[in-house]
């Protein structure tokens, strides 16, 4: 019988993601066949998975973790964000349409037939399944129909640890007040609960456990402390460009507009570990600074909506600015389409605007399609002529004067462009700045040793640090009940 664990929180970002990666490696440290499994989740950072699809990236990096190819079905529904209130649904790793959010509600019964179905086919084979909820099963306005927390491990039966965050403070009344509001059959599921993200003296909460257990009945599976080496991980939500700061005086700084629909933003996290590397993020409403060397400008999930914002920002300016100065540009995906001369829609897929004026930097044209570009690549870069691996996962064909000069070559076919000067490039290839070669190939065109460290490397060495303070911290009984 294949065992099975749910680890839903009393709010979104309590860090159930890192929890679910640290124990499916601590679980495949100890020999046990282990994988990660997400009902639904929602977010524009996805992957494609070694069986062909799209699903979230947390999910990619959590079947990492367990050393196992990823699956679509690790992750069957999968919510990519379009507009505040609509998102495209991505069924077992394909497009299945879109909907607005109260549209959605209804369609979620729907789907559980998928998610189940995705379940059973993830646990085949396996000694342990660690299922990651979605938001808060707190959320009872959502209760109908529910196929991301308390829906699910009712249907299937699986039993939940609740993960409260105490450094955003209030942890007991969250786990407290989750009691208080779940009927009597969601109550029911929780096995216990875990406190993460804790600073200091962890005797400190001994009262905490006491008062939690006093009203709820709930063990306390353990308390993890802040883990440092988890800021070595991608990160999935969008929430957290909020916190990140900007870094001090290095030798090259990088900026990074924060768009509104900013997708695939982990692309830029090898360039953040490198030591010279000042990766600032430009907020909406602050100007990009006049001394960056290097503009990336990441994916998005609606590039006409994203261009049109680029420009109310005031954007297009400062990066004309940064060109006549030297500077240069790279455009990833929806970057590289916002390069171009214009980008029309004549099918609508992003919406009622159907052509836009981009930012003229590049000598190209897209046009935007239904078919979707969903695959994994072999590449290679044609700037410096050094191997690449990345994926795909974009609407739009690009064409124009400036493709005659592609930036890489995938699967032995052009992609991308490069301007006449060399300075600005464009590529549909996600993962461009993990090649440990081509990293250090770009930071020393701007004189500056770097690249020297595998990004996968240190991101697997992560994983195993993580795996090794939960082992400390948690639990040992509840661990062991966990094991075949």
């Known amino acids: 019988m294949t065992k099975t664990i749910m680890l839903q929180g009393t709010g979104s970002d309590v860090g ?11 679980m495949a440290n100890r020999g046990v066949k282990v994988a990660p499994f997400k009902p639904q989740n929602m977010s524009n950072n996805a992957a494609v998975s070694d069986d062909g699809g799209e699903i979230g990236r947390a999910q990619w990096l959590q079947s990492m973790a367990a050393r196992i190819p990823s699956s679509v079905h690790m992750n069957p529904v999968l919510l990519k964000p379009q ?16 909907a607005r959010g109260r549209d959605y509600q209804a369609l979620k019964p729907k789907l559980m037939t998928a998610v189940l179905e995705s379940f059973e086919t993830v646990s085949a084979g396996r000694d342990l399944v660690i299922v990651e909820g979605a938001g808060s099963p707190a959320e009872i306005n959502l209760r109908a129909g529910d196929i991301a927390n308390m829906g699910f491990a009712t249907r299937a039966n699986v039993p939940v640890v609740l993960v409260g965050d105490i450094d955003r403070g209030g942890v007991i009344a969250s786990l407290v007040g989750t009691h208080t509001i779940l009927p009597d059959e969601d109550r029911r599921m929780i096995a216990g609960y ?5 600073r200091g003296d962890v005797s400190l909460f001994d009262d905490g456990i006491k008062a939690v257990l006093g009203f709820t009945g709930w063990s306390c599976f353990g308390v993890v402390p802040w883990l440092k080496s988890a800021g070595r991980l991608p990160a999935e939500d969008s929430v957290v460009l909020e916190r ?6 290095r030798a090259l700084k990088v900026a990074v507009p924060v768009l509104s629909r900013i997708a695939n933003f982990d692309d830029l996290d090898p360039l953040a570990a490198e030591p010279e590397v000042d990766l600032v993020f430009v907020r909406p409403g602050e100007r990009m600074p006049a001394d960056a060397g290097l503009v990336v400008i990441p994916g998005s999930k609606a590039t006409i909506a994203d261009l049109a914002d680029f420009r109310a920002q005031g954007w297009d300016r400062d990066l004309q600015a940064h060109v006549r100065r ?15 001369d ?73 992609d991308g462009a490069v301007s006449a000067d060399g300075r600005v490039c464009g590529t549909y290839l996600h993962g461009l700045f993990t090649s440990d070669a081509y990293r250090a190939a770009l930071l ?7 690249g020297g460290e595998s990004y996968r490397q240190s991101v697997d060495r992560a994983l ?21």
């Open 16 to 26: 159930k993601t890192v929890l679910v990666a640290g124990l499916c490696r601590l």
């Open 83 to 98: 507009s505040e209130t609509g998102s495209q649904i991505i069924v077992q790793g394909r497009v299945a349409g879109q």
């Open 194 to 198: 875990i406190i993460n993200k804790f």
């Open 244 to 249: 990140l700061a900007r870094g001090g005086s």
């Open 326 to 340: 030297g500077g240069r540009v790279i455009g990833i995906c929806g970057g590289f389409q916002m390069l171009g």
């Open 342 to 414: 214009r980008v029309t829609d004549p099918h609508g897929i992003e919406g009622h605007v159907r052509e836009i004026e981009g930012l003229g930097l590049l000598s190209v044209e897209t046009e935007m399609a239904p078919e979707k570009t969903v695959r994994n690549s072999t590449a290679r870069s044609a700037v410096y002529d050094v191997a690449l691996e990345g994926y795909e996962i974009h609407l739009g064909r690009t064409t124009g004067p400036d493709c005659a000069r592609p930036a890489v070559i995938i699967d032995d076919r052009a």
């Open 444 to 450: 020393k065109s701007f004189g500056i040793e770097g």
């Open 464 to 484: 195993d640090e993580v795996a090794s303070e939960l082992e400390t911290v948690l639990d040992p009984r509840w661990l062991d009940s966990l094991m075949p």
